[in-house]
């Protein structure tokens, strides 16, 4: 079994894509900049990541899903003892920049947006997608959606708004604004809203290397949580500094 463990100067992460920007852009650097020690970063849904992790293939600290994240501890994969809980962020829709923005103030309107819709864009993988295949079928449109579907097997559904291949996005709200050039109409409306919780942890073969502790520690931060929100997620306050 293959285990990745930190070298002295850098520490490794599994991250989902929820929150990816907020990262990439802004905290990973300042934690680098605050303890000298360098954040080597992969990006994926949480379904992928737990297939890596599975596989043998183990990071020094995880961002997934809260629940998943329960499940890996019982597991003895990670140290649920030391997870902290991060940020949430619900599922939306966006279009390209520019265009008319459809109507998903209630249920109703978010169906006949759909069904009116060329082609909707969602992820294979991502729980935004496994959660919107849920809801097509409740809805009782899953059919005639999904005839017309733009379905990715990952990584952010605004790109198929951008290139063409569909007039919607589905994805979280903090995904869809990873992306230049869509705007997000919004989260969907009450009734057929759902937030998803992502915390850190650091994994059982890392949870005594103060660097993944500290990283975790960081991400959950008042200095983080402040930075959360201007990326599309709500900050899970309470964690401490």
């Not at 183990?58 to 994969?77: S, Y």
């Not at 079928?137 to 059919?143: D, F, I, P, Q, S």
Request: proline residues 4%.
């Amino acid at each position: 079994m293959h285990t990745r463990r930190s070298d002295q100067g850098h520490v490794t992460l599994f991250s989902t894509l929820a929150v990816q920007s907020a990262l990439e852009h802004r905290l990973l650097e300042e934690f680098t900049e605050a303890t000298g020690t360098a954040v080597r970063a992969a990006f994926d849904p949480t379904s992928v990541l737990r297939k890596r992790m599975a596989s043998g293939d183990h990071p020094d600290v995880l961002i997934a899903i809260t629940d998943d994240i329960r499940q890996l501890a019982a597991q003895g994969v990670v140290d649920g003892a030391a997870r902290l809980p991060l940020a949430s962020t619900g599922v939306g829709l966006a279009v390209r920049a520019r265009t008319p923005h459809p109507r998903i103030a209630t249920v109703d309107e978010l169906v006949r947006t759909l069904r009116d819709a060329r082609s909707v864009a969602y992820s294979k993988t991502g729980a935004s997608g496994i959660y919107f295949a849920r809801l097509l079928a409740e809805l009782g449109v899953a059919e005639e959606v999904n005839a017309r579907a733009t379905v990715v097997e990952k990584g952010f559904t605004a790109a198929a708004v951008l290139d063409g291949r569909a007039d919607l996005a589905v994805q979280q709200v903090s995904e869809l604004m990873a992306i230049r050039g869509v705007d997000v109409v919004g989260p969907f409306p009450a009734g057929a809203g759902h937030d998803t919780e992502f915390s850190a942890v650091p994994s059982t073969a890392a949870a005594g290397l103060p660097s993944a502790l500290e990283l975790v520690r960081f991400l959950a931060s008042e200095r983080a949580c402040s930075a959360y929100g201007a990326f599309g997620l709500k900050a899970v306050t309470g964690n401490g500094t």
